[in-house]
T-cell receptor
Framework: AAGVIQSPRHLIKEKRETATLKCYPIPRHDTVYWYQQGPGQDPQFLISFYEKMQSDKGSIPDRFSAQQFSDYHSELNMSSLELGDSALYFC??????????FGQGTRLTVV | EDQVTQSPEALRLQEGESSSLNCSYTVSGLRGLFWYRQDPGKGPEFLFTLYSAGEEKEKERLKATLTKKESFLHITAPKPEDSATYLCAVQAGSSNTGKLIFGQGTTLQVKP
């Protein structure tokens, strides 16, 4: 069965650079979520989209933005990167508010 | 404030030694409680959804139960391949979306 696809799997950036993370949800899923998971931490909700419209927003820094495109894929854009942004970033998708299925994540390292 | 607390933080079991993981929650109207398994460096893998007190779900050696204040994940006769972090998460009534509030997880190690 198709799963949530994230790219890239690993990303190394320098401080103050910009990063773009991509997410391809499970086909026919209408909701996409982004989570950030720091080392030894639980996933923290960043932002979500329902039918390409932003539906909820969590503790997402102003330096981050996201959008969902007409083909339902989503991108998380992160600017002015800081060392503290180093984390695993997960995308998840669901059909409305049923169980969310997570991708394998993008490991971002800021040096 | 909506909150999820898992205990213990870490659990070591011998193969075949059954035990339970606890997830306590305080939320403004529970819409759903979810259990996930996470292996190091990988995405959470969905296990169960529970919606109402008294509900139970089973899958292989795992059984999840739900009361009005907490959920338990029972592991019967665990095997080394059950070693992972188990995450509990809730959807709260304070949100009109499906976002999840996670607990800190229980890291389970099963020794042969």
């Amino acid at each position: 069965a198709a799963g949530v696809i994230q790219s890239p799997r690993h990303l190394i950036k320098e401080k103050r650079e910009t990063a773009t993370l991509k997410c391809y949800p499970i086909p026919r899923h209408d909701t996409v979520y982004w989570y950030q998971q720091g080392p030894g931490q639980d996933p923290q909700f960043l932002i979500s989209f329902y039918e390409k419209m932003q539906s909820d927003k969590g503790s997402i820094p102003d330096r981050f933005s996201a959008q969902q495109f007409s083909d339902y894929h989503s991108e998380l854009n992160m600017s002015s990167l800081e060392l503290g942004d180093s984390a695993l970033y997960f995308c998840a998708s669901s059909l409305k508010e049923t169980q969310a299925f997570f991708g394998q994540g993008t490991r971002l390292t800021v040096v | 404030e909506d909150q999820v607390t898992q205990s213990p933080e870490a659990l070591r079991l011998q193969e075949g030694e059954s035990s339970s993981l606890n997830c306590s929650y305080t939320v403004s109207g529970l819409r759903g409680l979810f259990w996930y398994r996470q292996d190091p460096g990988k995405g959470p893998e969905f296990l169960f959804t529970l919606y109402s007190a008294g509900e139970e779900k089973e899958k292989e050696r795992l059984k999840a139960t739900l009361t009005k204040k907490e959920s338990f994940l029972h592991i019967t006769a665990p095997k080394p391949e059950d070693s992972a972090t188990y995450l509990c998460a809730v959807q709260a009534g304070s949100s009109n979306t499906g976002k999840l509030i996670f607990g800190q997880g229980t890291t389970l190690q099963v020794k042969p």
